[in-house]
């Protein structure tokens, strides 16, 4: 099967690394590998149509790389992205997608799953406003940048890439993942396969465009004995603690999905090191 869910184009307003972007590069993981935090592949296709959206899948995904990156382990509803960056039966432009992401927010898989819709309009239902006040809120920007190899690495240091490929006819919006030589790593569900991560030859790469995601965090919070235990995050309901049930999680942030005031022994105290630093 073939996508061709890619509008090409970007906007005179938009920016673009290194000519017309107030963004300040930053280098997030060194390595510039993002391999170890790919998400569950999500089928872009259903029996009885396409749904067109790999704008809005491969958005979904790489702020899902980057925010398991940080420790926090989210699903976003690739559905609900397709409805709010207006993607249409013939595909849609990468940025339509990545100001839904600055603008809006992003809805969990959960508030507006896949389920089983039979044609492209069933998929793309307008949300309801019970969906929409459900909306999770991330830091977020981005910027083209160039495709030449050096760019492509320098960049991968700061986040995963969005890149449209192949040349010469590019018809598809993957996350790029690392690069080894000439060779780009990448992240692409749209056939369904159990291998998700895939390669390209750098030079077939027609376009790149680097969103930033970043966890909205308001405060840490420390109590009585000075030692950090936990952050505020944004949630639909306003900012929420985040506790870390243990030493090991504190220093990972995997998966935290307790809320509440966080104690650690029965008489709250703990042995923790007072000196642990968020990596974000």
Same mark, same amino acid.
């Given at each position: ?108 898989? =959960?508030?507006?799953? *896949?389920?089983?819709?039979?044609? %492209?309009?069933?998929? &793309?239902? /307008? ?24 760019s492509l ?78 952050v505020l ?6 900012? =929420?603690?985040?506790? *870390?049930?243990?030493?090991?999680? %504190?220093?990972?942030? &995997?998966? /935290? ?24």
């Open positions: 099967m073939k996508n061709n869910g890619l509008k090409l184009g970007k906007r005179l307003s938009d920016y673009v690394a290194g000519v017309s972007s107030p963004l300040k590069y930053e280098v997030i993981n060194p390595s510039g590998d993002w391999r170890l935090f790919v998400p569950k592949g999500e089928k872009q296709w259903f029996l009885t149509f396409d749904t067109f959206n790999c704008t809005g899948f491969s958005n979904n995904n790489s702020a899902e790389i980057q925010l398991r990156f940080y420790g926090f382990d989210f699903n976003f509803s690739d559905r609900a992205m397709s409805v709010l960056a207006e993607c249409m039966p013939n595909g849609n432009w990468m940025y339509k997608p990545a100001d839904v992401g600055r603008n809006i927010g992003r809805i969990l898989e =959960q508030e507006y799953p *896949a389920g089983d819709p039979k044609t %492209w309009q069933e998929y &793309n239902q /307008p949300l309801t406003p019970e969906v929409m006040a459900k909306m999770w809120r991330f830091e977020e920007k981005y910027e083209w940048i160039s495709t030449d190899k050096n690495i320098h960049h991968l240091k700061n986040a995963p890439l969005l890149i449209t490929i192949p040349l010469p006819d590019p018809n598809h919006v993957v996350v790029l993942v690392y690069v080894s030589g000439n060779t780009g790593y990448y992240f692409d569900s749209y056939e369904g396969s159990t291998n998700f991560i895939k390669t390209i030859d750098l030079n077939l790469i027609s376009s790149a465009l680097k969103l930033i995601v970043k966890p909205m965090i308001t405060t840490t919070v420390k109590f009585a004995d000075g030692k950090t235990l936990g995050i944004d949630t639909p309901n306003g900012a =929420q603690i985040i506790k *870390a049930t243990g030493e090991e999680q %504190w220093r990972s942030w &995997n998966k /935290p999905d307790s809320y509440g005031l966080p104690t650690v022994n029965s008489d709250g105290s703990t042995n923790w090191n007072a000196n642990l630093q968020l990596p974000f």
